[in-house]
Nanobody, 126 residues
């Protein structure tokens, strides 16, 4: 059974950096059609943060994280990573990685994904 496991969350002061990693077991991430990171803050709806289409090579970023976050794929480790720089308190939330091996586009939509990780908490203090 394919699983996604996130790691790298934690607490950080504003202005700092964190790197999240999502490892896939039993399936090659390079063969996926969509890889994404989503987050959910307390009392708020889940929102897309960044997405990557390995087949097309395109990326998507939410306006709130453009220029600060970078999504990337590590084929050797079979992971999809999210480098988060210049963190702000509004980045606080539970971060989830997601993947889809079904063909198609629109990787920024959560409905596109068929497999989700359990989440990793990111807390940014001012």
């Amino acid at each position: 059974q394919v699983e996604l496991v996130e790691s790298g969350g934690g607490s950080m002061q504003a202005g700092g950096s964190l790197r999240l990693s999502c490892a896939a077991a039993s399936r090659d991430i390079a063969d996926s059609y969509c890889l994404g990171w989503f987050r959910q803050a307390p009392g708020k709806e889940r929102e897309g943060v960044a997405a990557l289409s390995p087949h097309v090579g395109s990326t998507y970023y939410a306006d709130s994280v453009k220029g600060r976050f970078t999504i990337s794929q590590d084929a050797a480790k079979n992971t999809v990573d999210l480098q988060m720089n210049s963190l702000i308190p509004e980045d606080t939330g539970m971060y989830y990685c997601a993947a889809s091996w079904n063909s198609g586009a629109n990787c920024e939509s959560s409905t596109r994904y068929t497999l989700w990780g359990q989440g990793t908490q990111v807390t940014v203090s001012s």
